[in-house]
């Protein structure tokens, strides 16, 4: 069974600030997938950047990058110039290689940037 | 905007009732997913539909049935309704055509309130 974990429930960081969320993951599958999802009060699921295991470079996308380490099943997202926008609960998930696959969500971190 | 809507946006209901949640999702996009995020148990997925066929099943009690559509909407119905159901339903959609249409996204979501 696929599991991921989040292991810091609330953060904050000061706006501009850059900081970096952990997620880690565990399964016995080589082909895989891993995403960051962000849901700010609104509620509505974003998606914010996305990783093929296969891929060693690490993904980015714009202000947001993630350290992907394999060996360790470590996903990290760090978020650069943090913006007040950014204030969201953000979610790692992982998915396994193929079609007709669930996503497994990790519980969140709560983030906060401080003006 | 992610392309997949979710009717209704709100519903409020009693205890032992029975309500129909709709989605669309992208255009182009075959898959189709159920999640559940409630308080105390974060985002649970429920069901997954393929070019309408059950695909993946998750934590789904029996009393919630889903169905896809030839037009690819698909509806969860949720039966016999308990306090404890009420949540936000997302759905979500993909294209699965491939290792790169992985990704979900989802819908806006439709908050059940059971009194």
């Known amino acids: 069974a696929q599991t991921v974990t989040q292991s810091q429930p609330e953060m904050s960081v000061q706006e501009a600030e850059t900081v970096t969320l952990s997620c880690t993951y565990d399964?016995?599958?080589?082909?895989?997938?891993l995403f960051w999802y962000k849901q700010p009060p609104s509620r509505q699921m974003i998606l914010v950047i996305r990783q093929e295991a296969y891929k060693q470079q690490n993904a980015t996308e714009n202000r947001f990058s993630v350290n992907f380490q394999k060996a360790a099943k470590s996903f990290s997202l760090k978020i650069s110039d943090s913006q007040l926008g950014d204030t969201a609960m953000y979610f790692c998930?992982?998915?396994?290689?193929?079609?007709?696959?669930?996503?497994?969500f990790g519980t969140g971190t709560s983030l906060t940037v401080i003006p | 905007d992610s392309g997949v809507t979710q009717t209704p946006k709100h519903l409020i209901t009693a205890t032992g009732q029975r309500v129909t949640l709709r989605c669309s999702p992208r255009s182009g996009d075959l898959s189709v997913y159920w999640y559940q995020q409630s308080l105390d148990q974060g985002l649970q997925f429920l069901i997954q539909?393929?070019?309408?066929?059950?695909?993946a099943k998750g934590n789904i009690l029996e009393r919630f049935s889903a169905q896809q559509f030839p037009d690819l909407h698909s509806e969860l119905n949720l039966s016999s309704l308990e306090l404890g159901d009420s949540a936000l339903y997302f759905c979500?959609?993909?294209?699965?055509?491939?290792?790169?249409?992985?990704?979900?996204?989802f819908g806006p979501g439709t908050r059940l309130l059971v009194l």
């Open positions: 979500a959609s993909s294209v699965q055509a491939g290792a790169l249409r992985e990704t979900q996204y």
């Open positions: 998930a992982f998915m396994k290689g193929g079609t007709g696959n669930q996503f497994y």
């Open positions: 399964t016995s599958e080589n082909n895989y997938y």
């Open positions: 539909y393929y070019n309408g066929e059950e695909r």
